[in-house]
């Protein structure tokens, strides 16, 4: 059984993660030259979702580049639908060395650089342009240089799109809709504050169990961005759908940096281009997906509501006080100079 965190623990993870210690990766076992000429490679990458997600799809096309413009020397091993474990597993891999690449949301990052997590603050974004201006942006290169301490390299920026709220049976209209719903979010201690303030109840649990979860009544609401909702069939559990886009839901594409590190320039260049590639077809799909997957989720039976974003925004401007006591000045005074 997925032993599920409690929304303190988390939150002191992350509230301590400045105060983590450093991982000695420069310590581990390095390949004695660096991979590449005539050596074959296996990169395996996992993630939570399934191939049918707009990550899936992207990590197929990945892995066709990678493949291609090796010639074969280079192969990706795609293990989808969380075979290698949760979110949480699959970051815990790639620091540790037992997994090369994976996808996440970059507030499930934030247990190691609490920084990374960012982009999830509320109400941040309007629109999915102003979000990649954001993730392309200087800003993010050197907040995605922390990670770097942990074994961590981004290679680029997936997208999830713009968390929205379901339910089981109750509709959601109004901040006061929200009060006392039990709600599954992601371990991203800015999510769980978010729906904390709007009156909710928040608790983390592993992505690829919350579909049964949901099923055998653990929780009566859940939060994730409407592909998602869809891809995944959320809605044979969930009647109710308010398009809330409280969080913007950035994804780090990563690789550990033992591998990296080990790898030739050639190598990394044909990896780094086909991340981009990966990323622009993500971003696409994502988008595409979500105007058009609205409509279908209303034609699969579910009650579609709108709420007062403005409402949801006044009623959340907390969370960023709280995110800024753990943060640097400077960090938070460049990304209210980028978004505003």
Known sequence: MVKRLTVAAVALCVVFAGCKKTQNVAARPQAENAVGGNTSVTITLGFSTNKEDPRGVASLLFKEEVEQNSNGRITVDIQADGKRGSDADLIEGVVNDTLDMTISSA?????????????????LFSDFDSAWQFMDSPLMQEVDKTLEAFNIVVLSHFDNGFRCVTTTDRAVNCVADMKGLHIRTPPNQIVMETMTVLGANPEPYAFNDLKKALKDGLFDSQENPIPIIYNSRLYEEQHCLAITNHSYDAMPFVIRKSLWDALGEGDRQILREAAKKAQ????????????????????VGMTITNPNLHEFAQATTCVLDSFSAICRNELIHEMKALTQ
């Open 280 to 299: 622009d077809l993500n971003r696409q799909l994502v988008r595409n997906q979500t105007e058009a997957f609205v409509a279908r989720l209303h034609n």
């Open 107 to 123: 507030g499930n990052f934030a247990v190691y650089a609490a920084e990374v997590g960012i982009s999830a603050l509320p109400f």
